[in-house]
């Protein structure tokens, strides 16, 4: 089973509904916006009302995990202003565009920005990870020559992360439209 | 009127649906667990507001609730349904009710209806599943019982033949079962009885019962009671109906009041299609109009008729049935086979339970019957 980095972990385990969502709703009010919560349940209808929970407040549900008799559930706080940020930096390629050069086998790095727990429910494959706040300090993890295709979900974070790259001296680096949250093509996930 | 929040029971409730007396539901379950399944009654009105949208208050809920009605909130299990119910009490509601046991226990209860009697004494009783839509049958005569289609909740018939002082001496399945867990072994187990089941469904079966087949008669009570065998396939190949004393005639999963069994349970549609045909045209019109059909299944509300009673004259189906009235085959096979309703929940599970194969705990089992039965072609 693989473990997967959030910033917060909730225990709900051993609660009845409505008990697990009473709670999710409290914890994620005190989140900051973007960062990750895991639920731990063990209340089988957590699932789906999770699920419909995140959807009709914009939270954004990622993905869930069943570890015996416990549901582990990921959430990202929903950040109003994400989808409105004007993106800044100059040099982009759409979703198409990238996935017609991973389809000829271009030689392309694609960086994942977004968090552990997005990238593990579903991301391109061949992606390598590195979340936004952690990009600085594990710059040296990437090779200025190479062509970098930045991605996150809706194209936000990877504007600031392509901006953060040519400050750095990066020069072939360019940001994916709109990023995961329009992706159509291959995807993989931990199993 | 009321000032606290006040607990229903599905007894309760079913009383309410069976008399249509008024009832407001505020369901606060997500919305696919509603659209899949609710309760439903001639005067029940219900709107579905899922718990989680009214975290940050009940607003949203009063604007929709009539006034001065009884309003009973319903959820999975009961837990959500307090946590909202107690809140609209709190904005100053009267008269609000909260579902014991949520789906759960609707889903559980089973009100035993009398049909009518026999010729040489005794009655036949229908159990109706009110939430699920099964129906099973309880045959008595002169101290002795039969069961036929035992559900789950076998605690239930075991109660009844108690307080009329029975001995439960058969338990018969009509077939395997695949919308739901049968309780006809374990009830024959505990109470000294034998169980039966058509042999033809029984092919994985892992456990000895007694082989139900064509022609063969049991008698339940001293009296002339007889429990008279037809095979009848098509639902599955080897659903057998049962003639019980001459008058009512019990069809399993084959013919319902407003619809036909579905052939596709067992994954073999293409080829029990000819047999359901051959069953409804040919076998049952060969049998007496009279005869008072009693089915495993109702799938809509407006099937329950007087008192809850599920039945109909034979002959009266070959006028209102639409399932009876595909005079063309080749329309038949397509409305049998093609466009189906959606599997009822965890049928393959359960007909692995009915065998024998798996044992799942009494929460799992409950869990695998969640939902309608879904055993018509025309259920939605």
Known sequence: MPTIKADQTLDCKGLACPMPIVKTKKAIDQL???????????D?????????????????????????????????????SEAKEETKFPHTLTNEELQKKLEDNEKVTVLDVREPAEYAFNRIPGAISIPLGELEERIQELNEEQDIHVVCRTGARSDLACQLLADKGFKNVRNVIPGMSGWTGPTESNQ | MTTALVGMTAQELTSIVLNKEELF??????????????IEGESVTSVNIPYFDLLEGVD?????????????VVCAKEGSSKFVGEQLVEAGLNEVYYLEGGMKSWSEHLEPVKIGDLKDGG???????IGKGCLSYMIVSNGEAAIV?????????????????LQIKYTIDTHLHADHISGGRKLADKVGATYWLPPKDADEVVFQYDKLEEGQVLTVGSTKLNIQAVYSPGHTIGSTSLIVDDQYFLTGDILFIESIGRPDLAGKAEDWVGDLRNTLYNRYKELSDDLIVLPAH????TELGEGGKVSARLGDLYYSNPGLNMHDEAEFRRAVTGNLPQQPNAYQEIRQTNMGKITPSDEEQREMEIGPNRCAIHDK
């Open chain 1, 32 to 42: 900051e916006a973007g960062k990750v919560i895991e639920v731990l349940a063990t």
């Open chain 1, 44 to 80: 089988k209808g957590s699932l789906a009302d999770i699920q419909g929970w995140a959807k009709n407040t914009g939270h954004q549900y990622l993905g869930t995990y069943t570890e015996g008799e416990v549901l582990k559930h990921y959430l990202r706080k929903a950040k109003s």
């Open chain 2, 25 to 38: 539901i505020l369901d606060v379950r997500n919305d696919s667990d509603f659209n899949d399944w609710k």
């Open chain 2, 60 to 72: 949203e809920a009063l604007g929709s609730i009539p006034e001065g009605k009884k309003v009973l």
């Open chain 2, 123 to 129: 009655s036949i009783y229908q159990f109706v599943r």
């Open chain 2, 149 to 165: 289609d035992t559900l789950r909740m076998s605690d239930v018939y075991e109660k009844f033949a108690a307080e009329h002082q």
């Open chain 2, 298 to 301: 109702f799938g809509k509300i």
